[in-house]
């Protein structure tokens, strides 16, 4: 088994992550950043495709790597239809959804793409995805809104929340699928998930900025005013969708979407840096509480992960209001790349088998 090659692709907003792991052991890992001015060369994500997938190989050959000795690539899952969590072989009709962007624009839509190309140039390759954000655990009674026009969707970062989840449970020596865990991830988007026994069922759609504001995304806002900004006739359709996800939050309250500048910010003495920052943590501390109610209370643990967990004071600031409900847990950063791997380590062991799409 010591020859199973296996490469992680995670495409981002700015930047293309992608490693190169023998048997478990990480052997390359790059992140590949991509200037405004690149990016604005291309009408929308999926015509990126060439570019990213050329970076990647470009950079696999110039480091020496044997291409063809890779067997199992795997990439982020974009946003297609709903899935069961687990790892899921490529087929034409994922290609096919993620590609023609009806189930929304995000850059992890190249990942199965990129994944794909690359396995076809290699013979006895396979490509793969595993948790994809379209994740889908969700009970029935999550789904309702308020409105049978509005359906509650499942869209987070599951690969992180799943693969902390797993850690954790291993490192207490405790079965995942035994727990009720309430995992927050904390990045440039925000998702609270009510982790049930293995299954997350509830859970904000971070993409769509729903839930506590983050460094970007502006989370639920007042509906009423919403609704009457919509309707000014002072902002296009665009120009609000980009208060609500890309220029919300920290970006619209601060200037910067850099949650260490804030932090400094913040530390330096600037009361507004501060008061966002406690804004931000108050609003992430409440929707955990409201996790706490679906599992009726009986919490066997809350975990923060994500970039913003390395902030000390901002999750020793969330655990002083929730530590009540059960210990809370920090896992700092997220590894996306190990998280595939290790997926796709598990089907090379022949320990799971891969689902087909759709489910």
Not at 117 to 137: C, K, R
Not at 201 to 222: H, K, Q, W, Y
């Amino acid at each position: 088994m010591s020859d199973i090659r296996i490469l992680a692709i995670n495409p981002g907003s700015t930047s293309t992550k992608f490693a190169v792991y023998f048997e478990g052991e990480c052997k390359l890992k790059k992140t590949l950043r991509h200037s405004i001015e690149e990016l604005s060369l291309y009408t929308n994500i999926i015509d990126q495709f060439e570019f990213r997938k050329g970076l990647i190989i470009d950079s696999l050959v110039e480091e020496g790597f044997d291409v063809d000795k890779i067997k199992y690539i795997i990439g982020r899952g974009g946003l297609t239809l709903p899935l069961k969590s687990g790892v899921y072989l490529v087929n034409n009709l994922m290609l096919e959804h993620a590609r023609s962007g009806n189930y929304g624009q995000h850059a992890s839509n190249l990942g199965p793409l990129i994944a794909d190309y690359i396995a076809l140039q290699i013979p006895g390759a396979h490509a793969y995805i595993a948790d994809p954000v379209v994740t889908d655990e969700m009970e029935e009674i999550a789904r309702f809104s308020g409105h049978p026009l509005f359906e509650r969707r499942s869209i987070f970062h599951a690969l992180n929340q799943k693969a902390t989840a797993r850690l954790h449970a291993e490192k207490i020596g405790r079965n995942y699928e035994m727990l009720n865990l309430i995992v927050v991830h904390l990045g440039g988007g925000i998702s609270v998930g009510v982790h049930c026994k293995g299954k997350v069922i509830d859970v904000n759609n971070a993409l769509d900025g729903e839930g506590p504001f983050s460094p970007e995304r502006s989370g639920t806002l007042p509906a009423g005013q919403l609704i009457d900004l919509c309707f000014s006739h002072k902002y296009e359709k665009e120009e609000i969708r980009r208060m609500v996800i890309g220029e919300g939050g920290f970006v619209a309250y601060l200037g910067t979407n850099d949650a260490m500048e804030v932090e400094t910010r913040a530390k330096n003495g600037e009361e507004k840096a501060r008061k966002v920052q406690e804004a931000l943590g108050y609003q992430v501390a409440k929707a955990i509480g409201e996790s706490a109610v679906v599992l009726s209370g009986k919490v066997d643990g809350i975990i923060l992960t994500g970039g913003l967990a390395y902030n000390q004071y901002l999750t020793q600031y969330i655990s002083s209001k929730v530590e009540f409900i059960s210990e809370v847990f920090v896992y700092p950063g997220e590894d996306e790349l190990e998280a595939l791997a290790s997926n796709a380590l598990r089907v090379a062991r022949h320990e799971i088998e891969p689902m087909v799409y759709p489910n």
